[in-house]
């Protein structure tokens, strides 16, 4: 990895770049996960690259749900894999909920490459891909008969775009990180996370602990995912008029 001084005013963002391109040059990023993350990177600029209290609501509002849940799956890419694979373990291991492995640019190869770098940190982890998701035509069809085949809620991180409507068809609670609110994915998620995924699942990880350690804290917890998207892009567009006026 490229040395990067602590000094350097983008150093976390630089940082996460150097972790992309390490898991490209690995193979567990696909080069099209590298065009994906600049635009992710566009929308954390414009919201200041910071977990605001509408995101930090939501990842708590994900936690519950997830904790709740009968067969809980946090559902992986290359992306999420490069950039914060101990901490999905951790999360994962907190919530019992397994990783499972879903590309869109899928190959054996890469699928097996992301599985063992996360069983590495100790995950228990889906790649058998033996159950398709009906009224997919892409590679995000292929899941797991112990995972996202029979899950009630469901976690995916960065996604493409095409699943989230048809896990919502067959009945499944979708939870997304996603840093533009405008997204289809955005839209359509039961609990939509508008934060970087590097502060995310930290952040939920401090939530999950919290939560074994004191549940009554959330016990009359409410959250609306369309509030939640009304905050996000309301802070958007108070950050651009002020650019114009200053």
Not at 71 to 77: E, F, L, Q, R, W
Not at 174 to 192: F, G, H, K
Request: aromatic share 6%.
């Amino acid at each position: 990895m490229h040395t990067i001084p602590e000094s350097h005013p983008r150093y976390r963002s630089l940082i996460t770049r150097e972790k992309l391109v390490k898991g490209f040059k690995d193979g567990i990023v696909a080069p099209q996960g590298l065009i994906a993350h600049g635009r992710g990177e566009a929308f954390d600029y414009i919201l200041g690259e910071k977990t605001h209290d509408f995101a930090l609501k939501s990842e708590k509002a994900a936690v519950l749900l997830l904790s709740r849940a009968k067969n809980p799956v946090i559902s992986v890419n290359g992306n999420t894999t490069a950039l914060v694979p101990g901490e999905l373990v951790k999360l994962s291991k907190l919530l019992n909920a397994p990783l499972e492995v879903n590309l869109f640019h899928w190959s054996r190869e890469r699928v097996e490459k992301i599985a063992s770098l996360l069983r590495s940190f100790g995950a228990e982890v889906l790649a058998e891909g033996d159950a398709v998701l009906e009224g997919l035509e892409s590679a995000r069809r292929i899941v797991n008969k112990r995972g996202t085949y029979i899950a009630d809620v469901v976690l995916v991180p960065l996604e493409d775009g095409d699943r989230c409507e048809i896990l919502k068809k067959h009945g499944k609670k979708v939870i997304t990180i996603d840093l533009n609110p405008l997204s289809r994915t955005s839209q359509m998620a039961d609990i939509t996370i508008v934060d970087n995924i590097t502060r995310a699942i930290p952040n939920m990880i401090k939530t999950a602990e919290e939560l074994k350690n004191g549940p009554n804290e959330y016990k009359e917890f409410e959250f609306d995912n369309n509030q939640n998207l009304r905050s996000a892009i309301q802070l958007i567009c108070e950050y651009l008029t002020s650019k114009v006026l200053d």
